[in-house]
């Protein structure tokens, strides 16, 4: 369940993030085109120098936010697909170990990347004590306690 959630959130992601970077890199060629044919219009003279630099600098100016963009979105993209791949990984090692019997340290370490004890506290006068686990592959789980409190 937990395994179909995060694939369909990666898909979702992945598709998201293509669409976009695809509209970037078609906005980066038409923007290629424009400052082309402006500076062709400057060598003609249709437009003044001033007017050629104002609209030039503007056009630069969204050309370089649309090269970070595609890197960000590139970079998001080959994330989104490690983590698809964590999570393969992490299905095989359940599927390894379906029947446990008993619980070894050998499991526990393929499981379990960090696990996180807290101070104890008094909630409602009872003592508790809370516990974080980052999983191996796939990240930290929140429980239903911290839905709760979140």
């Known amino acids: 369940m937990l395994a179909n ?7 979702k992601s992945q598709r998201d993030n293509k669409r976009e970077l695809d509209q970037a890199n078609k906005r980066m060629v038409k ?3 424009i400052i082309q044919k402006l500076y062709e219009d ?3 003279g249709k437009i003044s120098d001033e007017r050629f630099m104002k609209m030039s600098a503007s056009y630069e100016e969204e050309r370089n936010a649309l090269k ?9 993209i080959a994330s989104d697909k490690e983590n698809s791949l964590n999570i393969c ?21 393929e499981f379990v990347e960090k696990v996180y ?13 809370r516990v974080r686990i980052v999983w191996n592959c ?3 789980i929140p429980t239903q306690l911290e839905n709760k409190t979140a």
């Open 138 to 140: 796939i990240g930290e």
């Open 42 to 44: 400057n060598v003609e």
């Open 89 to 109: 990984h992490f299905l095989t090692l359940v599927k390894k170990y379906t029947e446990v019997s008993e619980l070894t340290a050998e499991i526990i370490r």
């Open 68 to 76: 970070k963009r595609i890197a960000e979105l590139e970079s998001e």
């Open 5 to 11: 959630k995060s694939q369909a959130e990666i898909n």
């Open 117 to 129: 004890v807290y101070h104890p506290e008094k909630i409602n006068g009872q003592k508790t004590q």
């Open 31 to 33: 923007l290629d085109t």
